[in-house]
């Protein structure tokens, strides 16, 4: 049976962990964790999984990898883990920017099978939207062991690796963006005279039926603008005043700038 180590014990591996024990897709203790914080490697032996903290033991216990740290503290994570490292482990690397072929490298293992996964937070819900990235070599039982470990937080989709830049504000930036957005909605209609935090829930609620329709109705979103759009009513009054406020030109830049970022980070990081 495959066993699985995050370096790295924040949340965003919580929320991964959590996934896999409610599914039950493995035993917690073919789960192993390591990170600086004593508190959060007893977090998770409470949750009856393997806590080491040296990270070379961890290394060495794990055939899946998970690097879970921040993208400044990944040159010095992987220092310490090459010599542990083990013929025929995978590589998961969730950091933006961090390059497989960079990985690689700094391991010092050319041959090293390594997907990078660009997750969203929604997993802590079980909602996650996750991207696997595949490069041609990758070997299909892996990149099938890595897509199911996310699957059991929410759902997955795989695309060629040299694409996650290009999927960030799809998935990984949009859970911010649409937050920014839904603030701006209730900061606004709430001084019209309404308690904001009702403005705030019916929005929300908003948000969770919209979704469901572009997901479920089998209708083209066009199609269901359309319909929620009367000639001369309300809703094509404010999407008028959207496009005269500029709020098309500022999405596309916005989603630019998040994709440009990424691809600078990406030459940052090799």
């Known amino acids: 049976m495959k066993t699985i180590g995050f370096i790295g014990a924040g949340n965003m591996a919580e929320a991964i962990v959590k996934g896999i024990d409610r599914t039950k897709f493995l035993p917690p203790q073919q789960i192993g964790v390591t990170d600086v ?15 080491f903290a040296d990270c070379r033991e961890l290394v060495a216990f794990a055939d899946y990898l998970v690097l879970s740290v921040k993208p400044q503290q990944m040159a010095d994570v992987l220092a310490e883990a090459a010599p542990a490292l083990r013929e025929g482990t ?21 041959e090293l099978v390594v997907i990078p996964v660009m997750p969203n937070t929604p997993l802590l819900i079980a909602e996650g939207a996750t991207a696997v990235g595949r490069e041609e070599d990758t070997p299909a039982e892996q990149l099938a062991f890595v897509k199911q470990i996310f699957a059991a937080s929410g759902k997955v989709w795989e695309l060629p690796a040299d694409k996650l830049s290009e999927v960030i504000p799809a998935n990984s930036s949009s859970p911010a963006f649409i937050y920014y957005y839904a ?4 900061d606004q209609i709430s001084q019209y005279g309404l308690e904001r935090e009702m403005v705030k829930e019916m929005f929300c609620q908003t948000l969770i039926g919209a979704a469901r329709m572009m997901l479920e109705s089998g209708e083209d979103i066009d199609d269901l603008i359309a319909k929620v759009c009367s000639k001369g009513g309300t809703t094509i009054a404010g999407i008028e005043g959207f496009q005269a ?26």
Do not use: T
């Open 37 to 51: 914080n004593v508190q959060r490697l007893e977090h998770f032996a409470a949750m009856g999984h393997r806590a």
């Open 90 to 110: 995978a590589v998961i690397s969730i950091a933006a920017g961090i390059s497989a072929d960079y990985i690689r490298r700094a391991l010092g293992r050319p």
């Open 183 to 186: 603030k701006l909605f209730c």
């Open 245 to 270: 406020k500029g709020l098309d030109a500022a999405v596309a830049y916005g989603i630019q700038r998040c994709i440009e970022r990424a691809h600078e980070l990406g030459q940052a990081n090799g």
